[in-house]
């Protein structure tokens, strides 16, 4: 079954500093990952995404992340923090081939401190 | 164009009673999933419906049934409530089968006392 480890319950940075939150997947194929950003009271929105092809995906808001097969990773990285980026992300991967359903991860929650 | 639309956003109940919540997929999306987030955790899936049809379903009881209308929304329906169903229940479409992701509603988040 696919999982989802995302490192770090909670992830602080100050305003302007590198924001790096990790994700790692169990596949025995490349799968379909994703990021999602929650804010407060609200459903999720699509960060980014990656299926083939380029494994440097960009996203919206200046956020993007590599997919790494050989260490199973898919972090989530943005040169410099704003205060409007305090929210909660979620990792999730679809198993290519499969059923299309999003295994997320239990989250991790970025505070940007001022 | 309007996104995935949920109601009620706020829903309070007692346990053994039932509920419907109701959701409207995003323009030219005929794929529904339904998910349960409780407080701290990541999403869970319930199930997918397609075609009007349960086209996949989680590791969920009985008690979670849903249904889908021929305009593609969608309904879950949680009988016999309990305690542990207090959650923020999601809406999710995508246009066929979710491949290139889904749009998530704002939820609607149900209290069980």
């Known amino acids: 079954a696919q999982s989802v480890t995302q490192l770090g319950s909670h992830v602080s940075v100050s305003e302007g500093a590198l924001v790096l939150l990790r994700c790692n997947y169990s596949?025995?194929?490349?799968?379909?990952l994703f990021w999602y950003v929650q804010y407060p009271n609200q459903g999720l929105q699509l960060l980014l995404k990656?299926?083939?092809?380029?494994?440097l995906v960009k996203g919206i808001n200046g956020f993007e992340a590599e997919f790494k097969k050989s260490e199973t990773s898919f972090h989530l990285t943005k040169p410099s923090a704003h205060m409007s980026d305090a929210a909660e992300y979620f990792c999730?991967?679809?198993?290519?081939?499969?059923?299309?359903?999003?295994?997320f991860g239990r989250g991790t929650s970025l505070i940007v401190h001022p | 164009d309007a996104g995935v639309t949920q109601s009620p956003t706020h829903l309070i109940k007692t346990r053994g009673q039932q509920v419907t919540l109701r959701c409207s997929p995003k323009?030219?999306?005929?794929?529904v999933s339904w998910y349960q987030q409780a407080l701290g955790q990541g999403p869970q899936f319930i199930f997918q419906?397609?075609?009007?049809?349960?086209?996949q379903r989680g590791n969920f009881p009985d008690r979670f049934s849903g249904h889908q209308f021929p305009n593609y929304s969608s309904e879950l329906n949680v009988n016999a409530l309990l305690l542990g169903d207090s959650a923020l229940y999601l809406c999710?479409?995508?246009?066929?089968?979710?491949?290139?992701?889904?749009?998530f509603g704002s939820g609607t988040r149900l209290t069980v006392v």
């Open positions: 990656y299926t083939t092809g380029a494994t």
């Open positions: 419906y397609y075609e009007e049809e349960e086209r």
């Open positions: 999710a479409s995508s246009p066929g089968g979710g491949y290139y992701g889904y749009t």
């Open positions: 999730a991967v679809i198993p290519s081939g499969g059923s299309y359903i999003p295994t």
């Open positions: 323009s030219g999306h005929d794929t």
């Open positions: 596949s025995s194929v490349p799968p379909y």
